[in-house]
Every structure is written in structure tokens, then in C-alpha cells.
């Protein structure tokens, strides 16, 4: 391949992927057929998801001052990228969930702020972290839930005064005596 058709490549790749792509996963789609991959591409697109085939030699050039730089030792064989979505978590679960009808899917491995997830079980393991939204979701509970306990305990015995008084009133209305307490 000729030096320009190379840099054309990898041009591509830096437009297709952007430099602000600091979170992808890395896979092989090698052993899908034409369907199947066509069918795994537009489940994944429905959430944003993009697939992109890449040479290997040519990613490793093209990544190599990037975010993505760390994916490059896991570049062998047939390797695809799979950026895009809400976060690479959601990128994990939704490929981690098309494997189990589509076995042929390969996963090599995943990067999450530098961190990198090799292999089947790293990226098995990246899929069970809480997305950005719902780890925020869990520290507000972890915050409000103290509050509201305490607000509640507060509310117990004050409450049950009211729910007295409300009694005592009903039944003077109706002209009932009521019993002293002993």
C-alpha cells in the first residue's frame, strides 16, 4: 500500500474517531457473516454506537499520542473500535449482551480514562461499572438518605401527637367524653 493511500487512512481515522475520543473498545467481527454483521452494526447504531475496522499497523500510528494509545498493545488479528454511546460502559454492555447471539464477536479490550480492561473478562467486568448518570444517581441517594431518615424519625412521634389531638377533637365534636389517663 502506497504512502498516501496510508495517510489517507489514517486522516480517516482521526476524522471518523476524533481526537476527543478518549473511551472505546477494542473487538473482532472476523468470524460474523455478512448479516449478522450488518444486524450487530444497526443494534449498536439504535445507541449510537459506532464500529469502525481498522489495519492495525495504521491505528497504532494514528493513536499513538492519543487517549486510545494504551488499545494498541491488544491490536492483532482482525480488530474493529467501538466508540460512541453514552459512555464505553454502555459500549461494554451492549456488546456483552450481543454476544450471547452472536458468539463470534471476540472481545480484546476496552479503555476507560486510561485504565485499560484486556481481554474477555476485563471487558465482562468494565460492563458491570455504573454508567456516569447512575453513579451520580447513587451518591444524591447515599446524600438525601441520612436526611430523610432523620426527617422521618422526626416526623414518627409528631405525627402520632397530631393523630392524638385529631382524636381528642372528633370526639369532643360529637359530644363523647373522654377517658383521663391514669
Known amino acids: 500500500m502506497s504512502k498516501p493511500i496510508k495517510s489517507i487512512m489514517m486522516r480517516d481515522y482521526g476524522s471518523r474517531i476524533g481526537a476527543d475520543t478518549k473511551d472505546a473498545m477494542l473487538i473482532s467481527i472476523r468470524g460474523l457473516k455478512a448479516v449478522d454483521n450488518a444486524k450487530v452494526r444497526n443494534q ?23 487517549e486510545l494509545a494504551p488499545l494498541t498493545e491488544l491490536m492483532s488479528g482482525a480488530s474493529a473500535l467501538a466508540y460512541g454511546g453514552a459512555s464505553v460502559i454502555e459500549v461494554a454492555r451492549e456488546i456483552v449482551g450481543l454476544i450471547a447471539k452472536f458468539p463470534a464477536i471476540e ?20 460492563s458491570k461499572f455504573p454508567t456516569k448518570d447512575e453513579a451520580i444517581a447513587r451518591v444524591v441517594t447515599l446524600i438525601v438518605s441520612p436526611a430523610r431518615k432523620l426527617v422521618a424519625q422526626i416526623q414518627g412521634p409528631g405525627s402520632g401527637v397530631a393523630g392524638i389531638v385529631k382524636a381528642i377533637e372528633t370526639k369532643l365534636e360529637k359530644g363523647e367524653a373522654i377517658a383521663k389517663a391514669g
Open 107 to 126: 472481545l480484546k479490550g476496552a479503555i476507560l480514562d486510561g485504565q485499560l480492561f484486556t481481554g474477555k473478562a476485563g471487558v465482562e467486568e468494565l
Open 44 to 66: 449498536l447504531a439504535k445507541k449510537q454506537i459506532k464500529v469502525t475496522v481498522v489495519r492495525n499497523s495504521l491505528a497504532r500510528k494514528s493513536f499513538e499520542k492519543s
